[in-house]
């Protein structure tokens, strides 16, 4: 099993709210990526970072943001979500040897 | 331009019959090359992972194998079981660059 976690799962929101969805992993990897995912279709990387206080944007434009203060931690913030945001956004970290262990994905929904 | 084709976009065969997914690329040179598994509303997870200077790898009723000349892997799973229902992802990564997925295959096993 492993050990990285989202929250929440699932959210419903209106349009114009803030937020964040989280993200933390307890094997100590360096490497952490958000991607996102709409139903029955492929995983595009909307952001990425390769350590603490490192972090870019990924091929899929997005207007979220994100942050890594702590190497367990790399949260992703929505200022102001809009319907066109309503997706599944899964979150990953990577051993060393190169296998990505994803979490079980927050779906959001904003109406 | 760099593209991933998974064979059809459905599979169904019948339980203790060997499925053969397909994933070809173009306009990548892989390092090493991925399969995941994703059930419904699940993030993905890690299954094998095959490097550029291998054939083949096994595990269990797994086997992949990666044609870097025909710029394709085949993915195996031997005496399938209903169990095994999924959609199977296939991953490259290119050296220096983050992981690409491909659309992925839905797989059936029918009883």
């Known amino acids: 099993e492993a050990d990285i976690y989202q929250t929440p799962r699932y959210l419903v929101i209106g349009t114009g709210k803030k937020i964040t969805l989280e993200c933390s992993q307890t094997?100590?990897?360096?490497?952490m990526y958000w991607y996102q995912q709409d139903p029955g279709m492929e995983l595009h990387l909307i952001h990425y970072?390769?350590?603490?206080?490192?972090?870019e944007k990924g091929d899929l434009s997005s207007e979220s943001t994100v942050s890594r203060i702590r190497t367990e931690h790399f949260p992703l913030t929505l200022e102001s979500a809009r319907p066109s945001h309503t997706s599944q956004y899964l979150c990953?970290?990577?051993?060393?040897?190169?296998?990505?262990?994803f979490g079980e994905g927050s779906r959001l929904t904003v109406l | 331009s760099q593209k991933i084709e998974q064979n059809s976009e459905a599979l169904n065969i019948q339980e203790g019959k060997t499925a053969t997914l397909t994933c070809n690329y173009t306009?990548?040179?892989?390092?090493?090359l991925q399969w995941y598994r994703q059930d419904p509303g699940r993030g993905p997870v890690f299954l094998l992972l095959?490097?550029?200077?291998?054939k083949e790898k096994r595990k269990e009723r797994l086997k992949v194998t990666f044609d870097t000349t025909l710029k394709q892997s085949l993915f195996h799973i031997t005496a399938s079981q209903p169990a095994d229902s999924a959609t199977y992802l296939c991953?490259?990564?290119?050296?220096?660059?983050?992981?690409?997925f491909g659309p992925g295959t839905r797989l059936s096993v029918l009883p």
């Open positions: 991953a490259l990564h290119n050296y220096g660059q983050n992981f690409v």
């Open positions: 095959i490097r550029e200077n291998e």
């Open positions: 970072s390769y350590g603490v206080n490192s972090t």
């Open positions: 990953a970290s990577m051993r060393g040897s190169g296998e990505l262990f």
């Open positions: 094997m100590g990897h360096d490497k």
């Open positions: 306009n990548y040179s892989p390092a090493y």
